[in-house]
């Protein structure tokens, strides 16, 4: 699963500087369960974009924010709230802000930061696992990233950091006592 973090609001609104009128894209899947942009987080942003004087002009969330075609669909059903927008915020992972952005020709920014690739161990506890960094080694070492789950980011093995429960611990669990 993607993880997201929303960005700073300041910084959001002036990403939207100069435009008044914005329609939102949440995403159903990825964002939802680390609860940066489901159908809670959206009415959030709509909320606080209100209060800063913006005017949301209507908003959606998607089974999933990713998919091209699935997000030219809900462009077109949502025509008219996305033709009277000037900008299209999305609360979605970067795919996912590219995604609407190929499905349509208005301007596309994101409303969060993506952070990288994370299980869900237990409700709302998240572990990353994969930063998606293009060069896995995890069949190299017994099926743990050792540059994702190391703090210090080292192949070589445990440093000073690593303590003795998790050094003998076979269980899947943060790497070096994180």
């Known amino acids: 699963m993607t993880a997201t ?9 002036k990403s939207l500087e100069g435009s008044q009128k914005v329609f939102l894209v949440g995403c159903g899947s990825c ?4 609860q940066t ?3 809670f987080e959206v009415g959030e942003m709509r909320t606080a974009l209100e209060a800063a004087g913006k ?5 959606a969330v998607p089974e999933e924010a990713c998919k091209i075609l699935d997000m030219k669909k809900l462009l077109r059903d949502n025509k008219e709230a996305v033709a009277e927008a000037d900008t299209l915020l999305v609360l979605s992972c970067g795919a996912g802000v ?29 572990y990353e696992w994969c930063s998606s960094c293009g060069e896995c080694l995890v069949g190299e070492y017994g099926g743990i990233c050792p540059i994702t789950r ?14 003795e429960a ?3 611990s076979t269980r899947r669990t943060p790497a070096c006592g994180r």
Do not use: M, Y
């Open 5 to 13: 973090e929303t960005k700073v609001f300041e910084d959001i609104l």
């Open 55 to 59: 005017t949301v002009t209507g908003a």
């Open 166 to 168: 998790s050094a003998r």
């Open 98 to 126: 590219q995604a609407v952005a190929e499905a349509s020709e208005k301007r596309t920014l994101p409303a969060l930061n993506t952070i990288g690739q994370v299980d869900q161990f237990r409700l709302g506890q998240f």
């Open 37 to 39: 942009g489901g159908e």
């Open 150 to 163: 190391c703090p210090k980011g080292q192949v070589h093995g445990p440093c000073g950091g690593a303590n």
């Open 31 to 34: 964002a939802t369960v680390v």
